[in-house]
């Protein structure tokens, strides 16, 4: 029965922040009241704020799927033996190969609107630092080990934020009207040169 309640809720999430979304995108996120996406999603304010702290949190609840994506694809590649940096090396060129709106390389025109009502909102650009802190922090828990965990931490955190400029950059050429099949070979590139860079830097604990 928890797993029942868990997919529940889980889906609960996702109805309050697609409904949240939508009016987002229509209207600015700051022309829209918590009050008209408690109506959107047919609930009241304090069930949107038992699932939502915060007003940002409605359009970042799409981040929080990612937030220990990297710690788990961390773990996930240590029973494959690979490092940490080749496992996710290999899931960020699967993540372009998708086109997954994480890395950046998406020209769906959902996920771009959605990208400009981010980038173009300033409260929504700083609570994404909470989530990316929290991403850091799984990551560090991941790769820490018992002797350096200061090392983990500052690992971690080279690996966030290349992953965060990877992602930008393919953003910013799909915004400026490339198609994302014409940036892939540049992304991947791009991809390639900045993992070598972490593995020179970090060395082979890595």
């Given at each position: ?29 700051d ?53 940490p940096?080749?496992a ?59 002797d ?19 992602a ?10 490339e ?28």
């Open positions: 029965m928890s797993g029942l309640r868990e997919r529940k809720k889980q889906r609960t999430y996702r109805v309050i922040s697609d409904a949240a979304i939508a009016l987002f995108l229509e209207k600015g996120f022309q829209v009241s918590v009050a008209e996406v408690a109506a959107a999603a047919e609930i009241s304010k304090p069930t949107l704020f038992r699932y939502f702290p915060a007003k940002e949190d409605l359009a970042l609840h799409r981040f929080a799927d990612h937030e220990d994506e990297a710690a788990r694809v961390v773990t996930a590649g240590r029973v494959e033996g690979l490092s940096l080749d996710l090396h290999r899931h960020f060129l699967a993540g372009l190969d998708r086109r997954e709106p994480v890395t950046g390389l998406s020209d769906d025109a959902d996920v771009l609107a959605f990208h400009r009502l981010l980038y173009g909102t300033p409260s929504l650009v700083a609570r994404l630092h909470a989530y990316v802190r929290r991403s850091e922090q799984a990551l560090a828990a991941a790769l820490d080990g018992p350096d965990p200061i090392a983990a931490r500052l690992a971690a955190g080279q690996i966030v934020a290349v992953q965060r400029i990877l930008e950059e393919n953003w910013r050429r799909i915004e400026a009207g198609r994302a099949d014409d940036v892939l070979p540049g992304a991947v590139a791009a991809a390639d040169l900045a993992f070598g860079q972490l593995r020179a830097g970090l060395g082979a604990k890595f």
